[in-house]
């Protein structure tokens, strides 16, 4: 596909993130930009499955919440479980007074994608597909624009360029901003549970059905079985041309330390009934013998399966001029980083999605504001925008990275007991306290708010 030559603004990535940063944008009365990805389609595979009522409240300001809400399922509540009982039940209901979405809605990140686009594509905005960015350097012309090089050799200049182009952004390498932990204390690989397995799959008891959101808590490790919507088996039908999947797609999640060894890319099957067996709720067992229904629940199909890491990083910055240096007065296209380009951090907690769709909403609001403001004064006195912006978004990356790392810790708690002269097991105490905010109302409210995000949108 052939590209503009010039635009005002260009996107580079058309995941959630740069699609509702371009969303955004046109909601705020600015048209004159591009988006491009380096794929020829969306993703396919389901990865993130949960936003929170802080994130709807956001797409709900640019007329985007509603239509996800029509192909989610609205999830109320949800428990912390051992493998044989109940530890704790959130509800949501004390997020009622605060929100319109008092509840964790369920849909698939590929489904979310599909979505934005539909409604990106009914406003005329083409995503240009797959162009691939290669290089970025600062126009002969005019210092304050970029010329963006594409690996088929196209070029497009661009006076802002908005990196939606994940954790290894080429954009955020090029503009050479750095992306590290901002926590270099964070706890050692061994007993934390640093790596997840996915996978997205089907049982083969049809009277398998349920319909809430479970999480078992076992020495350093977690496990999760979430039902999807009926509308990811048709989306998948449509998109694939098979007929509709019957059964309920489940996502499993287990996550476990290093020292058990890599998980493998694309785990197995066989892999995954392993993990379901021995960390998961004993009535998904496929041992008839463990399985307290007297007959085992077995996986019928893997529809998809990968494997991530719980590590975290967040950029220097997300905002930076390409200057050509020849010059100290502020000058250079504008660069700016939402998502996993400018932050990544534990799918612990389902905050990774949120956070960029937030990052990239707000952004909309505040580059139509800068660009309206540069017309009347200088561009230093512009830029104040952007900059406090980007530091307000810093710092909620921050705070969700840290939200993140304190779920994984109670996730990680090993078997060892607390001391000698307090011979109880680090995981009876933990298992206390989940006992505990399970039963106190304040500690269920605080949890709660915690995972929708209103504290920090």
């Known amino acids: 596909m052939s590209l503009p030559k010039e635009t005002t603004l260009l996107i580079v990535g058309a995941g959630p993130t740069g699609l509702a940063s371009a969303l955004s944008l046109l909601h705020h009365g600015f048209k004159d930009l591009v988006i491009v990805d380096a794929v020829v389609k969306g993703d396919n595979s389901s990865r993130a499955i949960v936003v929170h009522a802080a994130t709807l409240e956001a797409l709900d300001a640019i007329g985007c919440g509603d239509e996800l809400v029509s192909k989610g399922t609205k999830l109320t509540n949800f428990s912390f479980d051992t493998r044989t009982g109940t530890l704790a039940n959130l509800t949501f209901d004390a997020l009622e007074p605060h929100t319109r979405h008092p509840y964790i809605l369920l849909i ?264 309206k403001a540069t017309e009347s004064m200088p561009l230093s006195a512009a830029d104040d925008i952007l900059i406090k912006f980007v530091a307000e978004r810093r710092a909620r990356a921050i705070e969700v990275i840290e939200f993140t790392k304190n779920l994984l810790s109670v996730a990680g708690v090993d078997e060892g007991i607390v001391a000698w002269w307090f011979p109880v097991s680090k995981v009876t105490i933990r298992d206390w306290a989940m006992w505990m905010l399970g039963k106190v109302y304040y500690l269920r409210k605080q949890a709660v708010w915690g995972f929708s995000g209103l504290g920090r949108r």
């Not at 009926?230 to 998109?239: D, I, P, R």
């Not at 996550?255 to 493998?264: D, H, N, S």
């Not at 996986?299 to 240096?325: C, M, N, P, Q, Y």
């Open 108 to 371: 698939p990140q590929t489904l979310t994608e599909h979505i934005l686009g539909e409604k990106l594509a009914g406003f005329g905005v083409t995503v240009h597909r797959p162009h691939k960015v290669v290089g970025m350097k600062t126009n002969a012309g005019d210092a304050n624009l970029a010329d963006i090089a594409f690996e088929d050799g196209q070029v497009i200049t661009a006076r802002y360029i908005i990196a939606a182009d994940g954790a290894r952004s080429t954009i955020r390498t090029i503009a050479g901003i750095g992306f590290v932990d901002s926590d270099n204390d964070h706890v050692d690989d061994s007993t934390t549970p640093a790596q997840i397995a996915l996978a997205d799959v089907t049982f083969d008891d049809p009277d398998f059905s349920h319909s809430n959101f479970r999480a078992v808590l076992p020495a350093s490790s977690f496990f999760i079985c979430i039902p999807l919507p009926f509308t990811f088996n048709e989306y998948l039908a449509k998109e694939s041309g098979k007929p509709i999947i019957g059964e309920r797609i489940h996502r499993v999640a287990r996550a476990g330390p290093i020292k058990e060894g890599p998980v493998p890319h694309a785990p197995s099957k066989a892999y995954i009934q392993d993990l379901i067996d021995r960390f998961g709720p004993s009535d998904l067992s496929s041992d008839p013998s463990v399985n307290p229904n007297g007959k085992g629940v077995c996986i019928k199909e893997v529809i998809w399966s990968s494997r991530v890491r719980t590590h975290s990083a967040v950029a220097d910055t997300f905002f930076t001029r390409l200057s050509s240096g020849d010059s100290s007065a502020p000058e250079g296209a504008a660069v700016l980083l939402v998502g996993d380009a400018a932050h990544i951090h534990s799918p612990a907690g389902g905050q990774g999605m949120n956070l960029g769709l937030r990052d990239a909403v707000f952004l909309g609001e505040a580059l139509a504001k800068h660009i």
